[in-house]
């Protein structure tokens, strides 16, 4: 007697994720992919990044016996559906997929109640309520763009937002800072001779010239970032609007 086999695929924007499993439960397939977000990373790429994981995850000549199957995916859009049913016709699977959003198939993943809540913080933020398994209400989610408060992109633009106001008033920011230059550091020359600084796999980059009025010292050698956001006080700049 032939097993059939369930499909379900976990699509996001930093990865996708596929696994196969027999109606017991036993695992017969699983791969990684890269991104699969079509309101990120464009429709074409989604489906690539989907199809290969497809590929990769189901054992030569199973599409046939796949019974049932669900994709997940985040930033859904329903351009997403006739590319979902090529690429699942191209494996040989009758039927194509179940398609929802990642809110859902996140909180099934924790939960087989039928009503509950979900908080979901990772590339992306949001939080649901959940009502006879379906969507009730939805507060986020919106893109990094636009919301996703709490994610770890959201986390690390907000880190980087501190330093870059930190640096326009002018406060010190010596301690975000490595005490030494990294071992990629390279030489370069005073930032009053207009010299220059480089990156590892990056193209050269002009130091800004230190303001002519200052009486802190000026560094000779340096790191990446160039010269001034090593050692030297910030360059001063014009006076903002509050």
């Not at 200052?214 to 970032?225: H, I, N």
């Amino acid at each position: 007697m032939t097993q059939s086999l369930v499909v379900g695929v976990d699509a996001g924007a930093t990865s996708t994720r596929v696994a196969v499993h027999a109606l017991d439960g036993t695992r017969v397939g699983y791969a990684r992919a890269g991104a699969a977000n079509p309101t990120a990373h464009g429709l074409l790429k989604a489906a690539a990044s989907l199809g290969d994981a497809v590929k990769a995850a189901l054992p030569p000549g199973s599409g046939p016996r796949v019974a049932a199957s669900m994709v997940g995916m985040a930033g859904d859009v329903a351009e997403m559906v006739p590319e979902l049913a090529r690429i699942w016709a191209e494996h040989g699977i009758v039927h194509g997929p179940r398609y929802e959003g990642d809110l859902t198939i996140a909180y099934a993943a924790g939960s087989a109640e039928p009503d509950g809540s979900l908080l979901l913080s990772g590339t992306g933020a949001g939080a649901a309520r959940i009502a006879g398994y379906e969507l009730a209400q939805v507060a986020d989610a919106m893109g990094w763009l636009l919301g996703d408060t709490g994610s770890g992109f959201w986390i690390g633009r907000q880190a980087a937002k501190a330093v870059v106001n930190a640096m326009d008033r002018g406060l010190p920011v010596a301690e975000l800072l490595p005490a030494e230059p990294p071992p990629v550091a390279r030489a370069c020359s005073s930032p009053s001779s207009g010299g220059t600084s480089s990156a590892p796999n990056g193209p050269p980059r002009r130091a800004p010239p230190a303001p002519a009025s200052s009486a802190w010292p000026r560094p000779t050698t340096c790191g990446w970032p160039p010269c001034p956001r090593w050692s030297a006080r910030p360059p001063r700049r014009a006076t903002r609007w509050p």
